[in-house]
């Protein structure tokens, strides 16, 4: 079909040349921060701080790497890639964990309080944790959860978005099998382990790719409660490697570390586009 | 809807919902609790007690200048951003949408930037604006064009501004690009056979059938620009010049955690609380519209 109408209705020739054109000149302005980050990240100090830095790699590269993912300013960006990568996927696995239970408990149950939590979790949507910074880190505090994992990852876990999502797809899958299910008197946890959870694979995994992405980007939460050096994650750490005063940033190495932050998500994006586009429309429903 | 068949039991379920509810009523409900509760005191100087003073510190919130210039801030902000990451979005689609070879291609490279965190955005186009080692700002001066984000106010926003919209891009040309696809091709054929050109058929068919699209972009771009964009703020201009890019978000964060003004932050946070509720249900009322369209 849509074959079709391009050849009715599409300009050839010169037109399209056009609109190739157009549209590989928006690409290079989309991608020309990347590549100054890259080129920076390959090239000397004296090479950016004597402007203007040259618009084509140098011969840097592992120099600088090397120095950032063993080194780094504060801590070792190798540190800090960890961190974000326990913290984006226990924010991911967990969310998906809880709202697959409580998504299957509303809707495969009538039990007391019922509507009340189905408008609890609701509710939640309305709740940023950029509304409630303090009297969240408040409670943070109060476990003791400063600095540690759990404290990164626990607080950002409950999610309105995964639950319904789940909900709307529980819905979908026929009664037949839950009936058959328990004739055969399966228990319900059963019938959640052999047909809910693998009927749900696909679902699962475009869920995780949004949710890697926003665990892994997170800045604000990590920023308040990670005050050692050693429990920053990297997006929130490129900031923290900024030299207060007058000193000059080590641009070589932030640059390389500012590449570092986006290869994890990037790699994620583009090797799951298919899954990720998904996902990104499901969870906006 | 519900489901017919459902399992016996209540003791399962609950347990089965515990774990969401006891991190919802912990981390969300409680705080928020405490952010209402909190709003309406005052701490003495040495942190001692709370004096209770109502909606005081709303009245002074109201009426002190610099919050209110942050609304201004906060709107302004959000309403270029959501024009500056929609518009060359919906170009871009537009040109993907012409060609049957490439947009594949063109749209894996198109979603790159989505996956960058926008404080990553932010240390990117610091970078180049910089006023001493960036490439673009000494190109600028070449050109005469004396660019300094740091004292000047609107060149603060705009760059701000810019680097946040940069990441959605990707995120608004996924959905145009969608819509696009969906267009009945029978309506542009009958157009095109009328003698419409391109930009006529646009304007008056493709444009108006893209509005759900558009309407529920929008608001989720001005969601986005509230509450997403602290990393932006935080990594280029850290709300300044003169509190020019200090938007509703990062003032909660100034006055709470680097000003240690309770009462006022809690305050602030019960405001954005009132932002968001009507954002969510602005939201909801339009999905419910367009799952009927």
């Known amino acids: 079909m849509a074959r079709e109408r391009h050849g009715m209705v599409e300009k050839r020739g010169a037109g399209l040349w056009l609109t190739h054109v157009l549209m590989i000149a928006g690409i290079l302005v989309i991608f020309f921060p990347i590549w100054l980050a890259f080129v920076a990240s390959t090239v000397t100090q004296p090479e950016i701080v004597r402007p203007p830095m040259p618009l084509w790699p140098g011969d840097q590269f592992f120099e600088n790497y ?22 984006a996927i226990g924010i991911a696995v967990g969310k998906i964990i809880i709202s697959l239970l409580s998504a299957f408990a509303i ?20 709740l940023p944790v950029e509304v409630r910074i303090v009297p969240t880190y408040e409670v ?24 319904f999502l789940f909900r709307q797809f529980f819905l979908t899958i026929p009664d037949e099998l839950a009936e058959a299910a328990r004739v055969d008197g399966a228990r319900p946890m059963r019938f959640f382990w052999d047909i809910v959870v693998p009927m749900s694979r696909t679902n699962v995994a475009a869920l995780f790719v949004i949710l890697f992405i926003y665990g892994w980007n997170q800045y604000l939460w990590p920023l308040l409660i990670t005050t050692d050096p050693e429990m920053n994650t990297i997006v929130m750490g490129i900031k923290q490697m900024f030299p207060s005063g007058d000193d000059v940033a080590d641009w070589p190495v932030i640059m390389a570390t500012s590449i570092l932050a986006m290869i994890p998500p990037v790699i994620v994006v583009v090797s799951m586009q298919k899954l990720f586009i998904r996902g990104l429309v499901d969870s906006e429903k | 809807m519900e489901k017919r068949v459902t399992f016996r039991g209540w003791l399962l379920p609950l347990c089965l919902i515990a774990p969401q509810v006891i991190i919802s009523a912990v981390f969300f409900f409680y705080p928020a609790g405490q952010a209402i509760w909190q709003s309406l005191f005052i701490p003495d100087p040495f942190g001692l007690s709370m004096q209770y003073v109502g909606l005081g510190n ?29 518009i060359p979005a919906l170009f871009l689609a537009v040109l993907a949408d012409r060609l049957i070879k490439g947009s594949g291609v063109y749209r894996t490279l198109l979603i790159w930037p989505y996956a960058v965190a926008p404080a990553v955005a932010g240390v990117l186009w610091l970078f180049m604006f910089n006023t001493r080692v960036g490439v673009v ?67 008056t068919i493709v444009l108006p059938l893209l509005s759900p699209t558009t309407f529920f972009l929008l608001v ?34 100034s006055d709470g955690f680097v000003g240690q003004d309770l009462g006022s932050s809690s305050a602030q946070s019960v405001i954005l609380l009132i932002v968001v509720g009507l954002l969510t249900v602005i939201q909801f009322k339009f999905v419910e519209k367009r799952v009927h369209y």
């Not at chain 2, 004396?146 to 919209?165: F, I, Q, R, T, Y």
């Open chain 1, 66 to 87: 090397r120095a950032a993912l063993f080194s780094g300013v504060n801590v070792p960006v190798a540190t800090m890639l960890l961190n974000s990568l326990v913290m």
């Open chain 1, 107 to 126: 809707v495969y149950f009538r039990f007391p309080g019922r509507t009340f939590f189905f408008w609890m979790i609701f509710l939640t949507l309305m």
């Open chain 1, 140 to 163: 943070v505090a109060g476990f003791g959860m400063l600095n540690s994992y759990s404290g990164l990852i626990f607080p950002l876990i409950a999610s309105a978005t995964a639950t």
């Open chain 2, 58 to 86: 709303f009245e002074f919130l109201l009426s002190d200048k610099f919050y209110r210039a942050s609304f201004v801030t906060t709107a302004i902000f959000s309403i270029l951003v959501t024009l500056a990451s929609m």
């Open chain 2, 137 to 203: 700002s000494w190109y600028l001066g070449q050109l005469g064009y004396d660019w300094n984000h740091v004292l000047n106010g609107g060149e603060a926003m705009g760059l701000v501004v810019v680097a946040s919209a940069w990441g959605r891009i990707s995120y608004n040309f996924l959905f145009f690009f969608a819509a696009l696809q969906a267009v009945p091709r029978s309506v542009i054929e009958a157009a095109a056979i009328d003698g419409a050109h391109f930009w006529r058929r646009f304007f």
């Open chain 2, 220 to 253: 989720v771009n001005v969601v986005y620009s509230f509450f997403e964009t602290f990393g932006v703020i935080h990594t280029i201009t850290s709300g300044g010049p003169q509190q020019s890019t200090t938007i509703l978000v990062y003032k909660v964060f």
